[in-house]
């Protein structure tokens, strides 16, 4: 199928999206009835096709019995299948658990089956159409504001030159212990695919499809989107073992180790719970997790994810991770995880990059590149390569949103598979050395050089319309602070507690 029947397959559910808003169900909502829905029809295509026939759910909780049913019994026999497949195991229940109805009018919810889903054929060729299909939908759900579903979506453009300068490869293990919708694991797939598809042994292709490609989501309806991404792009299968793990990354030690952790951890800066590492014990102890491997104890959620990724790597394993700028700064545990991330691991790159390209507001943000070394007592990281976006750099989600070319030069700067010793400074991209960086006050790795030319020159000044918008940004990043401080006030055990 082409990229014309792709547009069509979304233009044509994105319609009824319209339609069902006016009933109150929100986009994100929409897309996850849309994930219900799809998997039943895919899974009675597949009881259904003539050579090896694979029956996935039930008979009584059939696509077949919607089909059959009409007025308020087809609203109770849908609600009856989320239900009954909500306590399956594996890539069944990752998508149904806790699943609910959210269209409450019968009408509706049959033309949904009948006239949009029943008429299309979704498993059969074109997985990549369906996929893309798919992950535009999501897209469109990320830009509702009012679901919040913007937090779980990392920018393509970013996403793609990411895993450009990774380079994953067949023989890669790769995860996203934040995974969201599962981007990040689809574009290493989609490129393994597309550099090594024509080379892949069967060994390989199953082992990409069944295991290779893992993430991990706290969040129920987020983590079923996940799961149902990953299936219409051919990994995992209905009735397998899910290859998303629905639950906090951050509870535990990790299983088993990867080579390659391709991330965007949850923005916002406070956890509602606290990490004890080596630094010592938290005093909110029914709260605590236990984490031998970690360098150092905070509630804040980003750096507990550095020290997360940075234990899920094996040897010689390598991360890119988007994370915001506090992580560069903050004193205290973020001093303790800076020095040891210089130290134990090669942290060689940083992306700085623009506001204006999330969908959550406010943020400012950058890409770390590491790669975990064997121990030693000299420290591996020789040289911090930092390349400035931000400076000069202006984007919008609409008007002028980020593209994959934008990043160009970056990509080019880093030379994927190449020597780093090969590097040439430039404009925005310079080389830092070890010394340097444990000089600075905290180990601040907040480094700029670059002037911003709006401060230099009032010609230079941006168009009202965008500095209004930075100023909203800024604000909605204050609140969401002044939200988190609050939150930990709030659940801190007071001083008078004769518990403590």
């Given at each position: ?146 679901s919040g579903a913007g937090q ?246 609409k008007q002028n949103a980020l ?98």
């Amino acid at each position: 199928m082409s990229n014309v029947d792709s547009r069509r397959l979304v233009q044509k559910l994105w319609n009824y999206c319209d339609v069902l808003r006016d009933d109150g169900v929100s986009t994100i909502d929409y897309v996850e009835q849309l994930t219900y829905l799809l998997f039943l029809k895919m899974a009675d295509e597949r009881a259904r096709r003539p050579l090896k026939p694979e029956q996935i759910v039930p008979d009584e909780l059939s696509w077949q019995t919607l089909l059959d049913t009409e007025g308020d019994a087809l609203e109770v026999q849908y609600r009856h299948i989320l239900t009954g497949l909500g306590k399956e195991g594996g890539t069944l229940g990752t998508i149904f658990r806790k699943a609910q109805n959210k269209i409450q009018d019968p009408a509706k919810l049959k033309r949904l089956i009948v006239d949009l889903i029943d008429k299309e054929a979704w498993s059969g060729t074109g997985v990549d159409v369906k996929g893309d299909a798919y992950e535009e939908l999501l897209a469109k759900g990320a830009e509702d504001a009012k679901s919040g579903a913007g937090q779980y979506f990392t920018p393509r453009a970013l996403t793609a030159a990411m895993v450009d300068c990774m380079l994953p490869t067949p023989d890669d293990t790769i995860t996203d212990p934040a995974c969201g919708t599962g981007g990040f694991l689809l574009a290493a797939f989609e490129y393994i695919q597309r550099h090594h598809g024509s080379a892949l042994t069967p060994d390989q292709r199953r082992r990409l499809a069944h295991g290779a490609i893992t993430g991990t989501e706290l969040v129920d309806g987020t983590a079923r989107l996940a799961a149902m991404n990953m299936l219409l792009h051919g990994i995992g299968t209905p009735n397998g073992p899910s290859l998303i793990t629905v639950g906090d990354a951050l509870g535990k030690e990790p299983a088993r180790r990867v080579s390659l952790v391709l991330a965007n951890p949850p923005f916002g800066r406070s956890s509602s719970i606290r990490v004890v590492g080596e630094g010592g014990r938290s005093n909110r102890e029914e709260r605590e997790i236990e984490r031998a491997d970690f360098w150092a104890t905070t509630a804040n959620k980003q750096l507990n994810f550095v020290q997360h990724i940075a234990s899920l790597l094996e040897i010689d394993g390598r991360a890119a991770v988007v994370l915001p700028d506090n992580v560069l700064f903050e004193g205290g545990a973020g001093e303790t995880i800076r020095r040891r991330l210089l130290k134990q691991y090669d942290l060689h790159t940083m992306l700085r990059l623009p506001t204006g390209i999330f969908y959550a507001g406010g943020v400012k943000a950058n890409v770390l590149f590491f790669e975990r070394k064997r121990a030693r007592e000299e420290p591996w990281t020789q040289k911090l390569w930092v390349y400035d976006f931000r400076t000069n750099q202006h984007f919008t989600l609409k008007q002028n949103a980020l593209r994959r070319e934008h990043l160009q030069d970056f990509v080019d700067c880093y030379l994927p598979g190449k020597d780093r010793a090969e590097r040439v400074e430039t404009e925005r991209f310079r080389a830092f050395s070890y010394d340097e960086l444990i000089a600075r006050d905290k180990v601040n790795l907040d480094i700029t050089w670059l002037k911003d030319a709006s401060l230099e020159d009032a010609d230079s000044l941006l168009p009202p319309e965008v500095i209004a918008q930075e100023i909203v940004d800024d604000l909605q990043a204050a609140l969401a602070d002044f939200a988190a401080i609050a939150e930990a006030l709030i659940t801190r055990p007071s001083a008078a507690d004769p518990g403590q």
